[in-house]
C-alpha cells in the first residue's frame, strides 16, 4: 500500500495550498509574516506531508456554490420588448433627417411594437412605451412618403 504522505506533488497542488493561506490572511488567522513564510514553505514542500503541515493548524476552507442565475421573468421580457421598440422609434426621429435608414428603423419599431403587443400581459408602462415607440417609429416612414408624393408630381 502507498503511502500518501510520500506521494510527490504538483504545482497546481502548491497553488491550491497557497490560496488557502491567502484566505486565510484575508480572515485574519495569518499575518503577513506568516503568510510569507508559509507560502515559501509550501513552494518548497516536495510532498504531502510536507505540505499538508503547511496548513494543519487552519479550518478547512468552505465552499460555497455560486448562487443560480435566475431566469428573466416574464413582466422583464415584456419590459426589455417595450424599451427595444421605444429605443428604435426614438432613434428613428434624429436619423430621418439625415439619412433614409430612418425609414428602416421606423419600420422595425412598428414591426416589433405590434409583435410586443401581441404577447399580452404587458403592464401599463410597457403598453405605453410601445405605443410612443410606434407613434414614433411612424415619423420618418410619413416623412419619406411625404416626400415620394412631394417630388413623384
Known amino acids: 500500500m502507498t503511502d500518501v504522505s510520500r506521494m510527490r ?3 497546481a497542488d502548491r497553488d491550491a495550498i497557497v490560496a488557502e493561506l491567502q484566505q486565510a490572511a ?20 516536495v510532498t504531502w506531508a510536507e505540505l499538508e503541515q503547511v496548513v494543519d493548524d487552519l479550518p478547512e476552507p468552505v465552499y460555497q ?12 421580457l415584456a419590459r426589455v420588448r417595450s424599451l427595444t421598440v421605444l429605443s428604435l422609434g426614438a432613434a428613428a426621429v434624429p436619423v430621418t433627417f439625415s439619412s433614409p435608414w430612418a425609414g428602416v428603423l421606423g419600420g422595425a419599431a412598428l414591426v416589433l411594437g405590434a409583435f410586443a403587443l401581441g404577447v399580452g400581459d404587458n403592464s401599463r408602462f410597457d403598453r405605453n ?5 410606434m407613434m414614433l417609429g411612424v ?10 408624393l412631394l417630388f413623384s408630381t
Open 9 to 11: 506533488v504538483s504545482d
Open 26 to 45: 484575508v480572515e485574519g488567522r495569518l499575518s503577513l509574516d506568516e503568510l510569507d513564510e508559509r507560502m515559501a514553505e509550501a513552494y518548497a514542500a
Open 65 to 76: 456554490e455560486p448562487a443560480p442565475v435566475e431566469e428573466m421573468t416574464h413582466a422583464g
Open 129 to 133: 412605451a410601445v405605443i410612443g415607440g
Open 139 to 148: 415619423v420618418p416612414i410619413g416623412f419619406f412618403s411625404f416626400l415620394l
